[in-house]
């Protein structure tokens, strides 16, 4: 069964700094999809950022980044001058890549606290 | 605004009551599913469908039912709600190309079961 792990319950950050939030996973599987949610206080689910396993390229949307590692089956997200708005939980999420697979397996949460 | 709409935002319920959670979306979506959120945990999916007429089971669907007579709606009916059912509930759709990774989820509806 497919795992995903976020170590860190909580990460604080100063506005304009820079912020990685880490996530590993563990799968069989050699095509799936890893995504980057944002929660905040209204609890709607928010994509930030995805990435398909077959691409080598890291994705990058605006001042969100991500570091894939697929050996070593990390995936972790980087956030570039952060702002105010960026406060909430960041679930990182794993959907096996076939079509019909609708299973989205998700970490526990880390809750960024964004310190003005 | 298109997308995925949940309805109601906040419910309480006795124990032993029914009641459905609504979902729509205008997206055209093939494929729509149902999570769960507990206080601090990821979510948990419930039950899913790949297309009007067709549903199955996910991770915990004890004391769930769904149905999919539309492609646009797809509710989730609570039998018998237990405490336990207390949650935040999801809806979400995505199409159903290999493009289509891309989930969108409704806002949550708020249940609590006393």
């Known amino acids: 069964a497919q795992t995903v792990t976020q170590s860190q319950p909580e990460m604080s950050v100063q506005e304009a700094e820079t912020v990685t939030l880490s996530c590993t996973y563990d799968?069989?599987?050699?095509?799936?999809?890893l995504f980057w949610y944002k929660q905040p206080p209204s609890r709607q689910m928010i994509l930030v950022i995805r990435?398909?396993?077959?691409?080598?390229q890291n994705a990058t949307e605006n001042r969100f980044s991500v570091n894939f590692q697929k050996a070593a089956k990390s995936f972790s997200l980087k956030i570039s001058d952060s702002q105010l708005g960026d406060a909430a939980m960041y679930f990182c999420?794993?959907?096996?890549?076939?079509?019909?697979?609708?299973?989205?397996?998700f970490g526990q949460g880390t809750r960024l606290t964004i310190n003005p | 605004n298109a997308g995925v709409t949940q309805t109601p935002k906040f419910q309480v319920l006795k124990t032993g009551q029914s009641m459905t959670l609504q979902c729509a979306q205008d997206?055209?979506?093939?494929?729509m599913s149902w999570y769960r959120q507990d206080p601090g945990m990821g979510l948990r999916l419930i039950h899913y469908?790949?297309?009007?007429?067709?549903?199955d089971q996910g991770e915990v669907p004890n004391g769930y039912n769904v149905s999919r007579s539309t492609t646009e709606d797809f509710p989730l009916r609570l039998l018998s709600a237990a405490p336990s059912q207390t949650s935040v509930y999801f809806c979400?759709?995505?199409?159903?190309?290999?493009?289509?990774?891309?989930?969108?989820f409704g806002e949550g509806s708020w249940l609590t079961v006393v």
């Open positions: 979400a759709s995505r199409h159903r190309t290999l493009s289509g990774n891309t989930i969108y």
């Open positions: 799968t069989s599987e050699s095509d799936y999809y």
């Open positions: 990435q398909e396993a077959y691409k080598q």
């Open positions: 999420a794993y959907r096996r890549g076939i079509q019909g697979a609708q299973k989205l397996v």
């Open positions: 997206m055209n979506h093939e494929y």
């Open positions: 469908s790949v297309g009007a007429g067709i549903t």
